[in-house]
Antibody, heavy 121, light 110 residues
């Protein structure tokens, strides 16, 4: 079955970087865009951007441009999201989600289990 | 403030029909598909509706979606206690060149 398994929880200090991984299985990794979405505690969902695993091309939400880097390793069917210059308000659960249809404009299914990133001094 | 506007809460009793609205603009709902996601407490979101009104396999037909102009809605009929969750609408926004989510609606089954 299609599955996305993310790396474990992280605790980082302000100003540091974090890199979250998302391992895909059950489908052709390079055939579908991978999106990243975050959710601050008690808050709603916020789309961060996508990566095209086939070409490596990316599209970041304007808010995250210059601050987030999405990469992939096709040999191990894994996508990565790295966020730099962390602040306390970056504390959130970060999800990866497979994108379906329409070159990045489609829907997300399935989602990874989420990775809690806590930013605290 | 979210680009897509949802009521923060909704409620109903078991067996009732509940609708959740999602209001957008011409650059998002007005020109693109709407998607709905269900997030049960403490879990990752799950796809509920795609392409305005299509249900993935495994989603009960109690859930239905519709769209008209720059607004969309999710209807849940025969409400059950396990439907208690947060519901999010989403759409691509041409002006922002990105996906946008509604602020989410917390559904309570009384």
């Amino acid at each position: 079955q299609v599955q996305l398994v993310q790396s474990g929880a992280e605790v980082k200090k302000p100003g540091a970087s974090v890199k979250v991984s998302c391992k895909a299985s059950g489908y052709t990794f390079t055939g579908y865009y991978m999106h990243w979405v975050r959710q601050a505690p008690g808050q709603g969902l916020e789309w961060m951007g996508w990566i095209n695993p086939n070409s490596g091309g990316t599209n970041y939400a304007q808010k995250f441009q210059g601050w987030v880097t999405m990469t992939r390793d096709t040999s191990i069917s894994t996508a990565y999201m790295e966020l730099s210059r962390l602040r306390s308000d970056d504390t959130a659960v970060y999800y990866c989600a497979r994108g379906l249809a329409a070159a990045g404009r489609g829907w997300f299914d399935p989602w990874g289990q989420g990775t809690l990133v806590t930013v605290s001094s | 403030q979210s680009v897509l506007t949802q009521p923060p809460s909704a409620s109903g009793t078991p067996g009732q029909r509940v609708t959740i609205s999602c209001s957008g603009s011409s650059s998002n709902i007005g020109s693109n598909y709407v998607y709905w996601y269900q997030q049960l407490p403490g879990t990752a979101p799950k796809l509920l509706i795609y392409r305005n009104n299509q249900r993935p396999s495994g989603v009960p037909d109690r859930f239905s979606g519709s769209k008209s102009g720059t607004s969309a809605s999710l209807a849940i009929s025969g409400l059950r206690s396990e439907d208690e969750a947060d519901y999010y609408c989403a759409a691509w926004d041409d002006s922002l060149s990105g996906h946008r989510f509604g602020g989410g609606t917390k559904l309570t089954v009384l």
